[in-house]
């Protein structure tokens, strides 16, 4: 069970990740429950972050605890790294004592992020052919992790 967030204040400067969704059982089978929040600036949204709960193989493996998109008017401002830092302490809250992340290798703005966060590179994993990702034209995720 997922612990309560809705109550968390999660601002940076001009960066507030509002909760969208807490799914506590997720549809896809196999994969883990999440919170899904946006990251507004202002009253804009400038991105969705989701912190994946659990110790699944897909997690630790291509997935990763951490997904971020920040949208295009909005990369250069390290939201994906500032909203990562706030969702920490719900991690630890959570009982994560480590975070993985994972992006493709030519996402280089994604690769500093994970580097910016004190995340260690650990190595290339391929990812699965009954993935979504994999459908999606992804074949290889970077593996990154941070202890908490």
């Given at each position: ?123 290339q994993v391929p990812v ?21």
């Amino acid at each position: 069970m997922l612990v309560e967030a809705a109550s968390l204040c999660l601002v940076d400067q001009d960066l507030t990740l509002r909760l969208d969704i807490t799914c506590h059982h997720n549809p896809v089978e196999g994969w883990p429950a999440f919170y899904q929040f946006s990251m507004q600036q202002n009253d804009q949204i400038a991105g969705v972050i989701h912190l994946r709960i659990g110790d699944q193989a897909e997690l630790t493996g291509h997935l990763g605890h951490i997904g971020y998109e920040v949208f295009p008017d909005f990369r250069g401002q390290r939201f994906a790294l500032r909203a990562t830092q706030l969702l920490l302490p719900l991690a630890r809250q959570n009982g994560l004592q480590e975070l993985w992340i994972t992006c493709n290798p030519d996402n280089v703005p994604s690769l500093k992020t994970c580097m910016r966060l004190g995340a260690d590179y650990i190595d290339q994993v391929p990812v699965p052919e009954d993935c979504p990702m994999y459908e999606r034209g992804e074949r290889v995720k970077c593996r990154f992790r941070l202890r908490l």
